[in-house]
């Protein structure tokens, strides 16, 4: 069983910059894909941003790519979001999943764990 916390979110206005991070504890991460998922009002989850196993390979929706970047810290057991040039639209409740595959980690249904997910505000 993996347990996994985000933390870091919080209001920004547009324009500026957060970092969310998603810390695990039970099992090492090591051996799970990760990603970042998001849900607005009203709206259904959405795929974010994923990472491999190994962090050599990394994915990014359309709308978040070249702004956000998803990077993992092993020794840490930490996954971590990176989020430049935020939108209004950016605002959502983040959540962190974990994976037992490495592949087809842009869909929802690959995921096994879930965090509780942390609100990220922005004000335009």
């Known amino acids: 069983q993996v347990q996994l916390v985000e933390s870091g979110g919080g209001l920004v206005q547009a324009g500026g910059s957060l970092r969310v991070s998603c810390a695990a504890s039970g099992r090492t991460l090591s051996n799970y894909a990760m990603g970042w998922f998001r849900q607005a009002p009203g709206k259904e989850r959405e795929f974010v941003a994923g990472?491999?196993?190994?962090?050599?390979?990394?994915y990014y929706a359309d709308s978040v790519k070249g702004r956000f970047t998803i990077s993992r810290d092993f020794a840490k057991n930490t996954v971590y979001l990176q989020m430049n040039s935020l939108k209004p639209e950016d605002t959502a409740v983040y959540y962190c999943?974990?994976?037992?595959?490495?592949?087809?980690?842009?869909?929802?249904?690959?995921?096994?764990?879930w965090g509780q997910g942390t609100q990220v505000t922005i004000s335009s």
């Open positions: 999943a974990a994976s037992t595959r490495n592949t087809a980690i842009t869909i929802r249904a690959a995921y096994d764990y």
């Open positions: 990472i491999s196993w190994s962090g050599g390979r990394t």
